[in-house]
């Protein structure tokens, strides 16, 4: 790597951290800032930076873009229904008190695809006060389980934001992503969410605030099977395209119309506006709203994803510019002289990026944006790319603590003071990250 090229990378990364901590700058600002900031450093013609500030922007959100609207869309609804809270009694009720901890985890697990962590959490941890009051126990027993389970699905599994976003600018198959998600997520959740949740529960004893108002009754919830069928319809479906194109690929099926239907229907534009088509209809119509009011809930779900589509856009950008300037083939060379898997590069840069500046999602795609270039000389498997893309994930999630938004959100809802919530939620994170790479690191050479 040349000497300019290696200022100009460390300059626009030190511009973006400047940006963000100092002067509180949007990130989606402070991105376009910094790409634009590296074009200039590693010498590329002012012309060129426009031009690559519109193909890394167009390219990025062609698929991201129609991604993100529709799960926020898909959420929004099952949000504004009640299917949270359906789910989460339906698991309670299902695997008893005793059990109640897998009951968060699974809840949290399963909510967090169509729903925004900080959304599912605020929607959630009602139900966690009820069983804290009702057993006594610490919230911490209860509330650590639901979080590690809406955190490792926000981070692992599509058609959450983070992993979309990653996904699309490393190229990287959904199908596979979902799959070795699923495989990184649940031993993950079992020791962040299970082991770490009874452990800081004994150790910490947080009492439930008292009752305020009454309590959502289960008649005016949305049935189960419903819920259920929403979530898990588009997931099924773009697992289906993968393993069907991977068959057809190999010449072990043959190409049909059977076969074609069912890698249309499983693309993520098509699995998705399906089930977002559902919702609207049995969560919406058929219960009443009208189509004023369905309008304005999907207007108002796509206000928090249009904020992550310019920032993913922007990351495209920062790729295009390091594209274009040779840094990613320079790159390439320097992450195959430090002999590390590919995964546990990408944990590392993403987790120092997030531990810095505290956002996770700044920390994916600027991760992503860095390494993206580099990947041709990698020859990565398609399942290698998915678990690179996990690994990025997983940095990006660890060490939440007091410049990350998430922190003071579970600080306040579980009414912890900031000793304890580094104690018992950074620490979850920091557990969650380390039992993700741990996985991934072990499955990397066997795919």
């Not at 195959?336 to 898997?341: D, E, P, R, V």
């Amino acid at each position: 790597m040349t000497p300019q090229l290696f200022i100009a990378i460390f300059f626009s990364i030190a511009l973006l951290l400047l940006l963000v901590l100092q002067f509180r700058l949007n990130a989606f600002l402070a991105l376009l800032i910094a790409s634009i900031g590296f074009g200039l450093s590693a010498g590329i013609p002012t012309a060129e930076i426009i031009t690559n500030i519109t193909t890394g922007m167009g390219g990025t959100l062609g698929f991201v873009a129609t991604i993100v609207g529709l799960g926020a869309i898909l959420g929004a609804v099952l949000e504004h229904s009640g299917g949270s809270q359906a789910l989460a009694r339906f698991l309670l009720s299902s695997l008893g008190e005793k059990r109640a901890s897998l009951a968060f985890v699974l809840t949290g697990f399963l909510v967090a695809i169509p729903v925004f962590f900080d959304v599912a959490f605020v929607l959630l941890v009602p139900l966690v006060y009820a069983l804290g009051r009702r057993t006594g126990r610490s919230l911490l027993h209860f509330g650590i389980p639901l979080l590690a389970g809406l955190a490792t699905t926000h981070a692992f599994i599509p058609p959450t934001p983070g992993p979309i976003a990653v996904a699309d600018i490393l190229q990287a198959e959904l199908g596979w992503v979902i799959m070795l998600g699923f495989a990184v997520g649940i031993p993950t959740v079992t020791i962040a969410g299970l082991w770490w949740g009874k452990r800081v529960g004994d150790k910490f004893f947080i009492a439930a605030p008292p009752l305020d108002g009454p309590e959502l009754g289960d008649t005016q919830l949305p049935p189960i099977k419903l819920i259920l069928t929403l979530i898990l319809l588009p997931i099924i479906l773009i697992l289906g395209n993968t393993l069907t194109t991977m068959l057809t690929k190999a010449d072990v099926l043959a190409s049909t119309m059977l076969t074609d239907g069912i890698i249309f229907l499983g693309h993520p534009y098509v699995a998705l506006l399906l089930s977002c088509l559902l919702a609207l209809y049995y969560l919406g119509t058929k219960r009443g709203l009208d189509s004023k009011a369905l309008q304005s809930l999907a207007t108002k779900a796509l206000a928090p994803a249009g904020a992550i589509i310019l920032i993913t856009g922007a990351g495209g950008v920062y790729k295009q510019m390091l594209v274009t300037s040779g840094a990613g083939a320079s790159l390439a060379e320097v992450f195959l002289q430090f002999q590390l898997l590919p995964p546990l590069l990408a944990f590392l840069l993403a987790a120092l990026i997030r531990i810095l500046q505290g956002s996770a999602t700044v920390a994916m795609i600027t991760a992503a944006g860095l390494l993206a270039p580099a990947l041709p000389t990698l020859g990565l498997s398609p399942p290698q790319l998915a678990l690179l893309v996990l690994s990025i994930a997983a940095g990006a999630s660890t060490l939440s603590h007091v410049n990350d938004s998430g922190f003071w959100l579970v600080k306040e809802y579980l009414h912890m003071d900031e000793a304890t919530t580094l104690r018992s939620w950074s620490m979850m994170t920091v557990l969650l990250s380390l039992t993700a790479l741990v996985v991934i690191v072990v499955l990397y050479p066997m795919v």
